[in-house]
């Protein structure tokens, strides 16, 4: 177990893929934080399913954003696309790597839509072929780039793997609709409804609405919501910023409904959860940071 030290580290590095792998996977985060009180960290919704691979003990998840499924502990996972949190334990150390994958990135990478995963939290050896060979070289690399050229080479290899079954004779691609409207919401912030989805798409509210949720696991409005709770997290977090502008800002009808919002989404009031967590960074899961960049990283 990890004990508290004067000056605790909290290092990000983030990567930006290649263009070739940039629609699937959109960020690699390297994280290491260290000698910092023991505690609780939120996974919190987002718009992409997320790859953790430990480089220290396994994730210690106590509680899954289905409570129907039991607590675990996995050196490497992936997460589905959710708007409920995920508990995690840790003892005030935390290292390892974080892949941020887009809905296109879940059939890309594990052959699957996304709706499969939705809600779930998985090892990553059941969805990601050669995970356990990938872990291995990452733990034993000495360096932050060395780790970001093996996730690139193993992504790169599934995509083109994935890519010759999906063109196979049983072969099941999105609805280009629904990638439309999903494209539509992110651009948006979640801020166009689902009517105006429907109306662009040129198809009827039901049917869009079924078609979204059946690639994605959920609805468009639920994704709208994530979006904009998403987008408040990155003014939380800045000390500049009162919660009332955070509201305004993010889009809400007031701080009552981004707080009513946020008890849902992270299980605690904006206050008490960014209190609870490590490092702004943390809170934040890094959106638009300007961090370390990779290769200036030995």
């Known amino acids: 177990m990890s004990s508290v030290v004067e000056n605790p580290v909290s290092h990000h590095v983030v990567h930006q893929p290649g263009a070739d792998i940039s629609p699937f996977v959109e960020r690699i985060v390297g994280y290491e934080l260290r000698g910092h009180p023991p505690g609780f960290h939120a996974g919190l919704p987002s718009r992409h399913l997320t790859v953790v691979i430990s480089l220290d003990e396994p994730v210690d998840m106590v509680a899954m954003p289905n409570p129907a499924h039991a607590p675990a502990a996995l050196a490497a996972l992936v997460g589905g696309l959710h708007a409920a949190p995920v508990k995690i334990r840790h003892h005030g150390t935390q290292v390892g790597m974080q892949l941020h994958v887009t809905p296109a990135g879940a059939r890309a990478l594990f052959g699957m839509p996304a709706s499969a995963l939705a809600w779930c939290v998985v090892p990553l050896e059941d969805v990601f072929a050669g995970s356990d060979a990938l872990c291995d070289e990452l733990r034993r690399a000495t360096s932050w780039a060395v780790r970001c050229t093996l996730i690139e080479q193993a992504v790169g290899a599934a995509i083109t793997a994935n890519h010759r079954r999906r063109h196979g004779p049983d072969a099941h691609d999105p609805r280009p609709e629904v990638a439309r409207a999903l494209d539509r919401l992110i651009a948006t912030n979640g801020e166009m409804t689902v009517a105006a989805l429907a109306e662009d798409v040129g198809w009827s509210r039901r049917h869009l609405s079924a078609c979204f949720?059946?690639?994605?696991?959920?609805?468009?409005?639920?994704?709208?919501?994530?979006?904009?709770?998403?987008?408040?997290?990155?003014?939380?977090?800045?000390?500049?910023?009162?919660?009332?502008?955070?509201?305004?800002?993010?889009?809400?009808?007031?701080?009552?409904?981004?707080?009513?919002?946020?008890?849902?989404?992270?299980?605690?009031?904006?206050?008490?959860?960014?209190?609870?967590?490590?490092?702004?960074?943390?809170?934040?899961?890094?959106?638009?940071?300007?961090?370390?960049?990779v290769d200036a990283v030995a």
């Open 213 to 293: 949720t059946h690639e994605l696991g959920i609805t468009p409005k639920l994704f709208g919501r994530v979006l904009r709770f998403q987008r408040a997290r990155r003014y939380v977090v800045d000390p500049g910023i009162s919660l009332g502008e955070a509201a305004a800002l993010a889009g809400y009808a007031d701080q009552a409904h981004m707080t009513h919002e946020w008890r849902e989404f992270s299980g605690s009031a904006p206050g008490a959860w960014l209190a609870a967590e490590l490092t702004a960074e943390m809170a934040a899961d890094l959106p638009d940071v300007q961090d370390t960049p």
